[in-house]
Every structure is written in C-alpha cells, then in structure tokens.
C-alpha cells in the first residue's frame, strides 16, 4: 500500500507562481511513475504532467515551458512548480503514483485557484 500527502495548493495571482509537493509513504520501493493530475468543474481529470523513477518527463501541451515536474526519490517526495500561472490553471490538483504492477494510487488533492 502506498499513501501519497499533498500539499502546496492555494490562491495565487495570474502570472504568478505556486510550488505542490507530494509525499509518499508505505511500500514506497513499489513506485515507479508519479505524477500530477488536475480536475476542473465540469471537466475530466487530466494528466498534467509524469515523472519516471528515471527522471523522464512528460507534459500535457497547455503547460510546457510553464510547469516543472521535479523528483526525490531518496525523500519519495515528487513536486510541481507552477509558473505564469493562468485563470484556466484552476482546478484541484491530484498526486498519483503507479507501482510497477501498473496499480494506481491516488492522494487528496489540493485546490489551486488563479485569480486573473
């Protein structure tokens, strides 16, 4: 069993920036991708963006050159640094993590609000 903790989110200005973090615990050696994922109202959830134990990345296209997807796996932690923020970036914000029998987990969320 894996637990991912959030935490990070809030309100921030158009333009600014906003740094999310994800803890995980338990049986840890099992994970190999970690990501993040976001819903917005009335939208479905989305792959954000992914990171490999390896340290490959992928980004969704509305967030490329904005957002950075970082990783420590000796502290377990993964992280996304959210720069130029835009009014469309709101939404609850989902860690995930996969272990190497493809099993996703999932952590609580944590709301991101940008103002424009």
């Known amino acids: 069993q894996v637990l991912l903790v959030e935490s990070g989110g809030g309100l921030e200005q158009a333009g600014g920036s906003l740094r999310l973090s994800c803890a995980a615990s338990g049986i840890t050696s099992r994970i190999t991708t970690m990501g993040w994922y976001r819903q917005a109202p009335g939208k479905e959830r989305e792959l954000v963006a992914a990171i490999t134990r390896g340290g490959t990345t992928n980004y969704v296209d509305s967030v490329k050159g904005r957002f950075t997807i970082s990783r420590d796996n000796a502290k377990n932690t993964v992280y996304l640094q959210m720069n130029s923020l835009k009014p469309e970036d709101t939404a609850v914000y989902y860690c995930?993590?996969?272990?190497?029998?493809?099993?996703?987990?999932w952590g609580q969320g944590t709301q991101v609000t940008v103002s424009s």
């Open positions: 995930n993590a996969d272990d190497y029998l493809n099993i996703p987990y």
